[in-house]
């Protein structure tokens, strides 16, 4: 199942017809009163709207997604994991490129850990990229995000994949510069999400999918999640040693060679295979 969320907040089926909006599946959804839960409502009960979503699917005519403005398919997420240098040759080019590393000691993920960034910085592909501090190098880093489907503290790498709910390409876009990590990548728009979520049952091996961007035209980054240091399964397990996982929460799984800035007015083409692709247009804030 291929789940968006466009326009004004409407979710959709995509299906190989265009998008069959399903907000009115969306009533089923438990109310809740303050304090709100920590999680997103829709991705913690997606298996029990299925049904309720393809019966509403079926009953309405589709609009191509060309036509919508694309929003981040997870509305609500709780936090917003991210993994440093986890492919080997995305580090050797961060080590030789002081444009990226800017004299900051540099360690690979088992030294490095996992670092959080702002859920504001969520946006979706149709909301496009605005740069602050354009007088300052602004790169695109696209990645295999992974959304988890159900609570769980000390996953074991074995039972990971089993907390996933689905996956979305990731832009984790950054400022570079001396200041902390989640600081300079943390800004409005900063992490777009999308095109939409595909299932969990839809992608069984997360570790064999190639991705790729480009800029204007111009390939950029182009690899494999086969080379990531630690996979899906172990990102997870790390990550719920330190904190509870909940329906909603993001991981970025880390950003392949050949990452590089872009300008306003720059548009970028991420893909990922199995998921599908999205335009990203670049502007200042």
Known sequence: MRLARFDDNRVGLVLND????????LDQLPAHRYPFPAHDSLIANLANLKPAMERAARACRPTSPEKTKLLSPVANPGKIMAAPVNYTRHLEEVLADKGIHHGSLVNEIHKAGIFLKATSSVAGPGEGVRLVHVE??????????????RKGRNITARDALGFVAGYCIG????????????FRKSP??????????????????????ELKIQVNGEQRQNANTR????????LIAWASSFYTLHPG??????TPQGVGPVRPGDVMLASLERIGEMRVAVSAA
């Open 227 to 234: 080379d990531l240091i630690l996979g899906v399964p172990e």
């Open 136 to 149: 300052r190098r602004n790169d695109h880093e696209v990645e295999l995000a992974v959304v988890i489907g």
């Open 171 to 182: 832009l984790d876009m950054t400022i570079r510069g001396p200041e902390e990590r989640s």
């Open 18 to 25: 265009g998008i069959h909006d399903v907000t009115g599946a």
């Open 249 to 254: 929460d993001v991981l970025l799984t880390g």
């Open 188 to 209: 409005d728009s900063y992490t777009v999400l999308g095109p939409w979520l595909v299932t969990a049952d839809e992608i069984p091996d997360p570790g064999s999918l």
